[in-house]
C-alpha cells in the first residue's frame, strides 16, 4: 500500500473513514459497552428509583436460580438457531440448484423466491397471523375439509415450527441469491468432464458443484446462525413469546421493558445472548474454513 500511495493520500483515506467510525462508535461501541455496564446494575429506568451496583448477581440469579425459565429459553434460542440454520441452507440450495438451470419463466421465479427479503418483519408477521389464524384462516379452512382444526401460533406443539418456517420464508430469498451466485462459478467445463465420466444429476451435484460452493456455504451458514440467534421481532409479532417461542431476544425483550422493566437484568440476557452467537459463530468458522481448505 505504502508504494502506491504517498503521505498525502494516506492522510485522505485515513479522513474519509473517520465519518464511519465516529458513526460506529456511537451506536455501536458505546451502546454495547453500556449495556454490559447496566448488567452489573439492578437499573429500572423508573423515575425516582435509585441504580445499585450489584456485581453479578444478574447473572447468578439467571443461572442459579433459572429466573422465569431462562434455560428453558436458552435451549428454545439453540432449538429455533438450529431449525433456521439447517433448513434454511437445504432449502436455498434445492432453490438455487433448481434455479440455476434455464426454463422458461426462471427470472420471474428468481424474483418471487426473492421476493419476502424486501418485505418487513411487521408485515411478513401480520401476513402470517392472518394466514394461520384459527378462525376463519385460510389454512384453517383447509384443515377443516379434512375434519381436523389447529391453533397454529397459538399451540404449544406447532408454534415453534411455524415461527422457524416463517424466519426461514422470510430469508430464504438471500440465502437462495447467495447459492446461485456460487453455482455460477462452478465451471462448466467441470460438468461436462463428469458426465463424461458417467456422473449425472445428484452424482454431480454432490461430487462437482457442492465442494466448489463451499464459500457459499460458509456465508450462508453463519449468517443464518447468528441471524436466529439474535431474532426477536418476528417472534415478537407472531407469538410474543409464548407456547414455547420465548427465545433468548423475546427474554430479554420481555424482562427489559415488560413487566417490572428490569433494565439490569434484561441488560444482562443480552450480553449472554451475545457471548452465545460469538461462541456458536466461531465454532462454525472454524469447522467451515477447515472444510473450505479440505475441498480446495
Same mark, same amino acid.
Given at each position: 500500500m505504502s508504494n502506491v500511495f504517498g503521505g498525502r493520500q494516506k492522510s485522505l483515506i485515513y479522513l474519509t473513514m473517520i465519518p464511519g467510525l465516529l458513526v460506529f462508535l456511537l451506536f455501536g461501541i458505546i451502546p454495547s459497552v453500556s449495556t454490559l455496564v447496566i448488567s452489573f446494575t439492578d437499573y429500572t429506568a423508573i423515575p425516582g428509583v435509585p441504580m445499585h451496583f450489584v456485581g453479578f448477581a444478574n447473572y447468578v440469579h439467571l443461572f442459579v436460580n433459572n429466573f422465569q425459565g431462562f434455560k428453558q429459553s436458552l435451549v428454545a434460542t439453540l432449538e429455533f438457531a438450529a431449525g433456521v440454520t439447517i433448513f434454511q441452507n437445504l432449502f436455498g440450495l434445492w432453490m438455487a440448484n433448481v434455479l440455476t438451470k434455464r426454463f422458461p419463466a426462471v427470472n420471474f421465479f428468481?424474483?418471487?423466491?426473492?421476493?419476502?427479503?424486501?418485505?418487513?418483519?411487521?408485515?411478513?408477521?401480520?401476513?402470517?397471523?392472518?394466514?394461520?389464524?384459527?378462525?376463519?384462516?385460510?389454512?384453517?379452512?383447509?384443515?377443516? @375439509?379434512?375434519?381436523?382444526?389447529?391453533?397454529?401460533?397459538?399451540?404449544?406443539?406447532?408454534?415453534?415450527?411455524?415461527?422457524?418456517?416463517?424466519?426461514?420464508?422470510?430469508?430464504?430469498?438471500?440465502?437462495?441469491?447467495?447459492?446461485?451466485?456460487?453455482?455460477?462459478?462452478?465451471?462448466?467445463?467441470?460438468?461436462?468432464?463428469?458426465?463424461?465420466?458417467?456422473?449425472?444429476?445428484?452424482?454431480?451435484?454432490?461430487?462437482?458443484?457442492?465442494?466448489?460452493?463451499?464459500?457459499?456455504?460458509?456465508?450462508?451458514?453463519?449468517?443464518?446462525?447468528?441471524?436466529? @440467534?439474535?431474532?426477536?421481532?418476528?417472534?415478537?409479532? @407472531?407469538?410474543?413469546?409464548?407456547?414455547?417461542?420465548?427465545?433468548?431476544?423475546?427474554?430479554?425483550?420481555?424482562?427489559?421493558?415488560?413487566?417490572?422493566g428490569n433494565l439490569g437484568l434484561g441488560a444482562g440476557i443480552g450480553v449472554l445472548q451475545f457471548v452465545l452467537t460469538i461462541i456458536v459463530v466461531l465454532v462454525l468458522q472454524k469447522y467451515l474454513n477447515r472444510r473450505e481448505e479440505a475441498m480446495s
Open positions: 428468481r424474483t418471487l423466491v426473492f421476493m419476502p427479503a424486501v418485505l418487513g418483519v411487521t408485515v411478513i408477521g401480520l401476513m402470517w397471523s392472518l394466514i394461520l389464524t384459527p378462525s376463519g384462516g385460510p389454512v384453517a379452512y383447509i384443515l377443516s @375439509l379434512f375434519g381436523t382444526s389447529s391453533a397454529f401460533f397459538g399451540s404449544n406443539t406447532w408454534a415453534m415450527p411455524l415461527v422457524i418456517f416463517v424466519q426461514i420464508w422470510a430469508n430464504l430469498g438471500f440465502t437462495t441469491v447467495v447459492y446461485i451466485a456460487g453455482i455460477n462459478t462452478v465451471p462448466h467445463e467441470f460438468h461436462e468432464a463428469a458426465k463424461i465420466d458417467g456422473a449425472s444429476g445428484w452424482t454431480n451435484f454432490w461430487k462437482v458443484t457442492f465442494p466448489m460452493i463451499a464459500p457459499s456455504v460458509t456465508v450462508n451458514v453463519i449468517l443464518a446462525a447468528a441471524g436466529s @440467534l439474535r431474532t426477536y421481532d418476528l417472534i415478537y409479532v @407472531l407469538t410474543d413469546g409464548v407456547h414455547n417461542t420465548n427465545t433468548l431476544g423475546m427474554y430479554m425483550f420481555n424482562t427489559a421493558f415488560e413487566g417490572s
